[in-house]
């Protein structure tokens, strides 16, 4: 079992950047694949990126070129730099960590609130 724990949620204005934090405890996190997930209201969830052990990345179309992915295996953590953050960005945000490596989803945080004003 693997526990995560986001931080680092908050508000922004329009331009602005916010760094996502992902702790994870448990047995195991370093053999999964590690995925940022948001999800706005009303809308569904979606893959915003993913991280491999490796450190192999691959990014939402609409993130690419200004949310960067990474993780830190000695300290069972990742993480995901939000910058040029738009309104758009609005929404929950969930790490979740597996062995699907394309989608990683058999481990959940609780989400924190990323919320970016005009």
């Known amino acids: 079992q693997v526990q995560l724990v986001e931080s680092g949620g908050g508000l922004v204005q329009a331009g602005g950047s916010l760094r996502l934090s992902c702790a994870a405890s448990g047995i195991g996190f370093n053999r999964f694949a590690l995925g940022w997930y948001r999800q706005a209201p009303g809308n569904q969830r979606e893959l915003v990126a993913t991280i491999l052990l490796g450190g192999l990345t691959t990014y939402a179309n609409s993130v690419k070129g200004r949310f960067t992915v990474s993780r830190d295996n000695a300290k069972n953590m990742g993480y995901l730099q939000m910058n040029s953050l738009k309104p758009e960005d609005t929404g929950v945000y969930y790490c979740?960590?597996?062995?699907?490596?394309?989608?990683?989803?058999?481990?959940w945080g609780q989400g924190t609130q990323v919320t970016v004003s005009l």
């Open positions: 979740a960590a597996g062995l699907r490596l394309a989608r990683p989803d058999e481990f």
